[in-house]
């Protein structure tokens, strides 16, 4: 995949992710979800099984009534962006849905769609919170704990 085709724009510092030959395991991929946590001042990108998601980029908010548990996007390459909330365990993440952009949007419109769908959760948790979605429990597959980097590193 190259960065025209995914929509994202090739950085000179890329975060590595290696974990086998999964679909995301390419210098592309990598620049497109490094940028996509630049433009979303993200905490760090944690790397994951390949196979759920390739990469879970943590965000610095946090929903209240999930109070100490961070928002997060995930992204496969199959079906895309997710938004999601870190799970009690580093092996969990809970997903909301998807954001609804497609598989390989430019990383400002993913950045863009995650403002809009997270203050559109933040309105609604404080206006209705029965109505907040219910989010789906996603484990990683394997063992070894992979690990995460802050997004500054590279």
Known sequence: ?????????????VVTMKRGAGAGDTPDVHACVYTVARALNAESIRRWDAVTFDAVVVLSKQFRYYSGRHILI???PHIGWALGIEGQRTDRIL????????RHPPPE??????????????????????????????????????????????
Do not use: K
């Open 109 to 154: 419109v993913i950045a863009d769609r995650t403002d809009e769908f997270v203050a559109d959760l933040l309105h609604l948790e404080y206006r209705d919170r029965d109505a907040f979605p219910v989010p789906t429990l996603a484990h990683r597959l394997g063992t070894a704990d992979r690990g995460s980097r802050p997004v500054g590193d590279g």
């Open 74 to 76: 995930a992204w496969n």
């Open 1 to 13: 995949m190259s960065p025209q085709t995914m929509g994202c724009v090739a950085v000179e510092e």
């Open 95 to 102: 997903i909301i849905g998807g954001i609804g952009i497609g």
